[in-house]
């Protein structure tokens, strides 16, 4: 999980704990889950972005209803069904039925559904989804395809995602508080919004419904969690924020108030030291050094920010300014005709690559025409949680509260349903 597109959301208002399940509550939902239906309404989850074409299947019968819930007509079951636009204003099945441009999909034996996208060329399999899906017509020839799931099903899908398969169980339950409490915060931001969250690392990544042994985990962790959010105490209230959480933070968590005014709380104020994560594997505790051209980071820096073409060639990259621990959290580019760039070091590493460069804790100079980024230390932002910290902790015998309650200061557990 990284935390770019949450950054660039509208600011969240706060949420008092009394009225945690005041905001995400509507009528009972739809769609049975595995599990007994929380009191939430259900979170909305985008898992396909504009796409040309999707395939659908399920081993029960699909309806199709329109927003109305009114019936347009069924699906057979283990029947592939290839949805596409057509005419801007209808949805095409198997070249035969039209539909709406907004309809829902819905598994009449609450059985889940399976989902692929047609992308460069190639059938792509999502996942399985349990809940519904609504697909939507896009920029009159594109397809939006959105889970409507019970959240702790959806829980259950990202930690089966962002966990690694090895995770201790007290990991797994901790990866679940924190999943969970990131997932209802941003249900209530905006209770009416149509969709709460992508399924990308932009976000959680989710993959749907996963029933192999990992899956089986995941779901006990999930189902012993359940209802259970991280909360602080602001005066006399209990309120939620958004946990965010990373790879390994390489020796310590950075603060998140530079990021935006809603992530400046106590839980998210930083520098929290662990040597925790050094267990974490191949170079996701120590990386680099790292060669990219000069060119090619001009290139994508022009392509993205405006004033980036205003400095002319870039002649020098130097750290701006640091967090208290001493990351990197600004970089300073100088160019040609002696104007200067100023950029968050977080936003540098996701225009150059950040699976390459794996993190903002770097040293960084130029060599002739390439610029070396050596000394990296952790995988991600290093906000809030460090995942690989949680499960060396673990590992030592800590509990998921008291791990949690380690990585956002004065943060606690509580039950909401």
Same mark, same amino acid.
Request: proline content about 6%; charged content about 25%.
């Given at each position: ?126 996942? /399985?989804? $349990?809940?519904?899906?609504?697909? &939507? ?7 939006? =395809?959105?889970?409507? %799931? #019970? ?45 709460? /969250?992508? $399924?990308?690392?932009?976000?959680? &990544? ?7 042994? =990992?899956?089986?985990? %995941? #779901? ?198």
């Amino acid at each position: 999980m990284n935390m770019t597109r949450s950054f660039n959301r509208r600011n969240a208002r706060t949420i008092s704990n009394c009225a945690i399940l005041a905001a995400a509550l509507t009528a009972t939902p739809i769609f049975a889950s595995h599990r007994d239906p929380t009191p939430l309404r259900d979170a909305r989850i985008l898992i396909a972005d504009s796409v040309p074409r999707i395939r659908v299947e399920s081993t029960s019968t699909i309806s199709i209803r329109n927003t109305d819930r009114k019936k347009l007509g069924e699906l057979p079951p283990n029947t592939p069904t290839d949805l596409r636009p057509r005419n801007n204003a209808t949805i095409e099945f198997n070249k035969q039925l039209q539909t709406p441009e907004d309809i829902r999909l819905e598994s009449e034996n609450h059985e889940p559904i399976r989902v692929s996208i047609y992308r460069r060329n190639e059938w792509q399999q999502l996942g /399985l989804y $349990a809940g519904s899906l609504r697909v &939507v017509i896009i920029n009159s020839n594109r397809l939006d =395809v959105i889970n409507h %799931v #019970d959240v702790e099903d959806y829980v259950a899908g990202v930690v089966a995602a962002e966990a690694w398969p090895t995770f201790h169980d007290q990991a797994l339950r901790g990866q679940a508080i924190v999943s969970r409490s990131f997932a209802i915060y941003h249900m209530t931001r905006d209770p009416n919004a149509e969709i709460d /969250l992508s $399924a990308t690392q932009g976000a959680q &990544v989710y993959r749907g419904i996963r029933s192999d042994a =990992v899956g089986r985990r %995941v #779901d006990e962790a999930v189902d012993f969690t359940r209802g259970v959010v991280l909360v602080y105490k602001d005066g006399d209230k209990d309120r939620l924020f958004c946990t965010y959480y990373s790879a390994a933070c390489g020796g310590s968590s950075q603060p998140a108030a530079p990021f935006g005014s809603e992530s400046d709380v106590p839980p998210l104020r930083g520098n929290v030291p662990c040597d925790y994560c050094e267990i974490a594997p191949g170079d996701n505790y120590r990386w680099g050094p790292i060669k990219m051209s000069l060119a090619s980071i001009q290139q994508k820096l022009t392509a993205r920010y405006n004033k980036a073409k205003k400095i002319g060639r870039i002649t020098s990259i130097a750290v701006s300014s640091r967090t208290d621990a001493g990351r990197p959290l600004t970089l300073r580019f100088t160019g040609s005709n002696a104007e200067t760039f100023d950029l968050l070091a977080e936003k540098v590493r996701h225009t150059l690559g950040p699976n390459k460069i794996k993190s903002t804790d770097f040293d960084v100079r130029i060599d002739g025409a390439n610029v070396i980024f050596k000394n990296g230390k952790g995988f991600g932002h290093g906000l809030g949680l460090c995942q690989w910290g949680m499960q060396g902790q673990a590992l030592k015998g800590k509990r998921a509260g008291d791990i949690l309650r380690y990585y956002y200061p004065s943060a606690r557990p509580v039950r909401v349903y």
